[in-house]
């Protein structure tokens, strides 16, 4: 599924595209009003994921976008409940809002929310084939050869995003916002417990031909190795 993020906050921001990517969105990053109108009016996305400074900016942007696209799913996300006109504006289109802190299992509930209401034919593609495993979103499941391979939500999570950021060294910093986010009870252990049960349960091992190992002071890196 095609998201359009904009979020003028460069933190939140980093960590929104953080946990689009871990949940497997394909996401176009904006900072400012304009450059999301300048990318609607050439495609349109099947959802937008919007941050803005102010209600007005918000009320007069989303109001140019649904002129250009009319059943574009919308998620606002807010300092607080928006007022009207804002929240008139919101009931009357494919809309939902998040109040801010944004909290990742929440966020990625409301979004196939969106998706499931309004954009169903964009999420009908749960399965993703990443290597030797196929992924399907929708049941949390890894097959691999034919086989169900067990994994807990948060195992899957850290499983898709390994896979989609392959030969790619992920710092923990990073790896935490994606996959625990906000979590208040997040420690260094609970991460590697987690790594060292992805990389047993899916067999992740030079002999299989793939290699999930730490990178010294900085976090993790899948790779596949050569034949």
């Known amino acids: 599924m095609f998201v359009t993020l904009l979020d003028y906050d460069k933190e939140q921001r980093s960590s929104l595209e953080a946990i689009l990517s871990g949940a497997g969105y394909q996401c176009t990053t904006l900072v400012n009003s304009k450059s999301l109108i300048d990318s609607l009016v050439t495609a349109e ?46 009931t009357e289109s494919p809309a939902d809002f998040l109040i801010k802190p944004v909290r990742a ?31 399907n979103k929708r049941l949390t499941q890894v097959m691999l050869n034919g086989q169900s391979i067990s994994l807990t939500q948060k ?19 990073f790896i935490h916002e994606a996959i625990w986010s906000q979590d208040a009870e997040f420690s260094s252990r609970t991460l590697d417990t987690h790594v060292s049960r992805v990389r047993n349960k899916l067999g992740l091992k030079p002999a299989a031909g793939y290699r999930l190992a730490p990178v010294y002071s900085f976090g993790y890196k899948l790779e596949r190795l050569k034949d």
Do not use: C, Y
Not at 127 to 133: E, I, P, Q, R, V
Not at 155 to 173: I, K, M, T, Y
């Open 45 to 90: 996305p099947d959802l937008l994921i919007a941050h803005f400074r102010s209600d007005q900016e918000a009320l007069t942007t989303l109001t140019t976008a649904k002129k250009l696209w009319p059943e574009l799913p919308v998620l606002l996300i807010a300092g607080r409940t928006p007022e009207n006109p804002l929240a008139q504006f919101l």
């Open 105 to 135: 299992a929440e966020f990625r509930f409301r979004i196939n929310s969106l998706a499931m209401r309004h954009r169903p034919e964009a999420v009908k593609g749960d399965s993703l084939k990443l290597g030797n495993f196929i992924f």
């Open 155 to 173: 195992e899957f999570e850290l499983a898709l995003f390994f896979f989609q950021n392959l030969d790619r060294p992920l710092s923990r910093a």
